[in-house]
């Protein structure tokens, strides 16, 4: 894993609900900024919400860049309302990115674009 995914991964990545399926990017002052959960789905229909499940398909997904990855969770987190939540949700079919702002923490991405 490259030094941008540890930072991503690694120090923003914490648990947004009490669900070892999801992490969200967090900051320390959510105040400010909102909460921004990343959502990987397979070709099958899989959803991957955990750290854990994605390092073991990352490759599958390496056609995202990681620049855009961080600049688009800083911004998301901008736009996203306290107790609201926004997505990034990364389709392994077509390589298609959706972004959904200021979700209720019930939302579900659909499984396929």
Known sequence: MDNI???IFGSL??????Q????????SAPSERGFV????VLKGGEMIYSLQDFLKIETRFSWVDKKFLINKILELQKKTDDRRRSFLVF??????IREYINMD????PLPYC
């Open 5 to 7: 995914s540890k930072i």
């Open 13 to 18: 990545v914490n648990s947004l609900i009490k």
């Open 20 to 27: 070892s399926l999801m992490y969200s990017v967090e900051t």
């Open 37 to 40: 959960s990343t959502v990987h």
């Open 91 to 96: 389709y392994e079919e077509g390589n298609q």
């Open 105 to 108: 923490h019930s939302f579900t």
